[in-house]
């Protein structure tokens, strides 16, 4: 295979950031991965598609990805069509090599409609697919200058490390020790951005506006106004004192698609338009955020993040522990937040041993941090060794990328299952001759073409 | 007779007004409701019924294909037209929603020791919950002795029970 355009899709489950190695090397495509139907002006639009929308009320979403894992395929593929054609990448897929990201603990009969897409789908040369927070150690590994999470000039990245990564779905600690994820010690907490704003959008509908349906909405207030207190105690009492006036409340002035005008909040003394429609963010900005921290305060049974991230480090090798400690790194969009790195420092502090110091590495963009990541990765020799080519699908199939990317999946585990999908699509060991036995997906797809064809013209 | 009918009625109280049951299972649904997408459900709304049709996502009959498949809809620039393969096909047009896929991979099964998305869950949490005002957000020091939720003072029990209370719980 020669050197072909590469092709970085960080497919998140609210955005995906994508590029073309080369061209997009630091500021990707960033697209909403949703189809998205506006009542106002009755348009659908497909992921790219909803930088044309100019009115944002009650958006309705089809989201690809629920609860963090990718189950609508129809919707994905609409999108991913969307997204490789003229109107954003303008790439030839049948001639382009893929990295993908995949959610962490991806299921195998998940991942196998993955390489399905991949390759019989888009044809794509070769591919390599795997969990967001193992492209950062690569970032880390080559020091590459405009990844600013754990590059520190002259010294040589940490072999331990330990990667928060809170994004839309849900919030994952994440050890990786020599570039490969501990996954007995990885952990997770079903809060993620998705929920922040289902919260705020409850709050504020009972308290103020009725707001339920709108999201977009919503999740710019949320953006805007919300952050992580360092002293909750502290800030709940200021923000009871005098609800319309404190040192917390802000003032939300509502968006009016009909004039155009975006929402924003309100300066200080600045007269308000006649029909100006105002929410006032008090303890909403500080409540909700909160909930990464003490998941129990809606009522979800798991630790917040910081007693996560010390249960997570109390799996891993006793002697590189003080090593994890010192070296957290946050990506994914909830590390905007402001006060999210001092209030998990200073939780952190602790509840670190005493002869451990808690270090944060934190980046200007945690959202795109994974990708740029992943272009560093691209450029480097592994990335051509590890990926899976057409070539090797089209003679074993999925079990071309079980045996090349390093997962969760244990290895007994792996060899286990084989033999069992061995005997339902048939042999699978290379060494049995693939070409007598008719490879599996091979067979599959000359049968399939015509099945294929039968249902596409009824 | 009436020092015993006393207690009986106590425990009646305790069963159909604080059933920790009935609370696990209001926070449950509301844990649910923090997931949706969409507060409206599409099928209520009017406009577009093609796409509503199938954007629930996964209602769709068990065995049933799509009716409406969006990715057919759209012919995009630059895109060569293609013939899916028998596997894409099957997977646009039979959508499974993410319990059955856990179903289905078989990832229950795996020995204890492997990690899986089930065994990742963040344990349960050390510090006992804190209770926040169910209407204003700040500290909640009393419980609605119908349905268990908090609430701060007398102005909020008013708004509590005028608009809220048993709301979550059935």
């Not at chain 1, 070769?126 to 754990?150: D, H, V």
């Amino acid at each position: 295979m020669k050197s072909s355009t590469v092709i970085i899709l960080d497919n998140g489950a609210s955005t995906i950031k994508a590029g073309v190695v080369g061209v997009h090397n630091t500021d990707p495509r960033v697209i909403t991965n949703a189809i998205v139907r506006s009542k106002g002006d009755k348009g659908t639009y497909i992921g790219h598609e909803l930088d044309k929308c100019r009115d944002f009320s009650s958006l309705h979403y089809r989201l690809p990805f629920e609860k963090g894992y990718l189950t609508d395929w129809d919707a994905e593929k609409a999108i991913w069509d969307g997204l490789f054609s003229h109107e954003v990448l303008a790439v030839n897929t049948a001639e382009s090599s893929l990295l993908i990201t995949e959610p962490y603990f991806n299921l195998p009969n998940i991942q196998d409609v993955y390489d399905q897409f991949v390759f019989e789908e888009y044809d794509f040369q070769s591919y390599y697919r795997c969990a967001p927070a193992i492209q950062t150690w690569l970032l880390a590994a080559s020091l590459i200058p405009y990844g600013k999470l754990y590059a520190r000039p002259g010294l040589p990245a940490p072999d331990c490390m330990l990667v928060v990564d809170s994004g839309f779905s849900f919030t994952h600690v994440v050890p990786i020790l020599n570039g490969e994820i501990v996954w007995n010690a990885v952990k997770r907490i079903d809060v993620g951005g998705k929920l922040l704003t289902n919260q705020l959008k409850e709050l504020a509908s009972f308290r103020q506006w009725n707001m339920m349906d709108e999201t977009h909405i919503v999740n710019n207030i949320k953006e805007k106004c919300c952050y992580v207190s360092t002293d909750f105690t502290q800030d709940m009492e200021t923000s009871h004192l005098n609800p319309r006036s404190n040192s917390i409340v802000q003032e939300y002035i509502l968006p009016d698609f009909s004039l155009n005008r975006p929402g924003r909040i309100r300066r200080r003394d600045e007269p308000l338009e006649g029909q100006a429609q105002v929410m006032y963010m008090n303890n909403e900005r500080f409540t909700v955020p909160e909930i990464m921290f003490r998941p129990d305060d809606i009522g979800l049974e798991q630790s917040g993040i910081a007693s996560t991230v010390a249960q997570s480090v109390a799996l891993l090798p006793e002697d590189l522990q003080g090593m994890f400690w010192a070296h957290i790194g946050l990506i994914g969009g909830n590390a905007k937040f402001p006060g999210f790195r001092e209030r998990l420092e200073s939780e952190l502090r602790a509840l670190a041993p005493v002869d451990c110091e808690p270090a944060i590495y934190s980046s200007k963009d945690p959202i795109l941090e994974s990708y740029r990541s992943g272009v560093a990765f691209a450029k480097k020799h592994a990335f051509t060794q590890q990926a899976v080519t057409r070539a090797e699908y089209l003679e074993i199939g999925s079990n071309a990328s079980r045996r090349k990317f390093r997962d969760w999946k244990p290895a007994s585990v792996d060899a286990s299952k084989e033999p069992e999908q061995a005997s339902r699509k048939g042999p699978t060991r290379p060494q049995r001759g693939t070409r007598d036995n008719s490879p599996p997906p091979a067979r599959k797809t000359s049968k399939d073409k015509g099945k294929g064809r039968a249902t596409t013209r009824r | 007779m009436p020092p015993r009918r006393q207690p009986q009625r106590q425990t009646q109280v305790a069963a159909s007004y604080l059933d920790p049951e009935v609370i696990a299972k209001r926070r449950r649904r509301h844990l649910d409701e923090l997931e949706r997408s969409n507060y409206a459900e599409p099928s209520a709304s009017l406009a577009g019924i093609e796409e509503d049709e199938d954007a629930p996502a996964g209602r769709s009959v068990k065995g049933k294909a799509r009716q409406f498949v969006i990715s057919d809809k759209r012919e995009w620039p630059g895109m060569p037209k293609k013939k899916s393969s028998h596997s894409v096909r099957t997977a646009v047009l039979y959508k499974k929603n993410l319990e059955k896929l856990i179903d289905e991979s078989g990832i229950a099964n795996y020995p204890p020791e492997a990690p899986t998305y089930l065994s990742a869950v963040a344990s349960p949490p050390r510090e006992p919950p804190r209770l926040i005002c169910s209407v204003c957000g700040y500290w909640g020091k009393y419980k609605c002795r119908k349905c268990a939720m908090p609430y701060c003072d007398l102005n909020c029990e008013g708004v509590h029970n005028e608009t809220r209370c048993e709301r979550r719980v059935m």
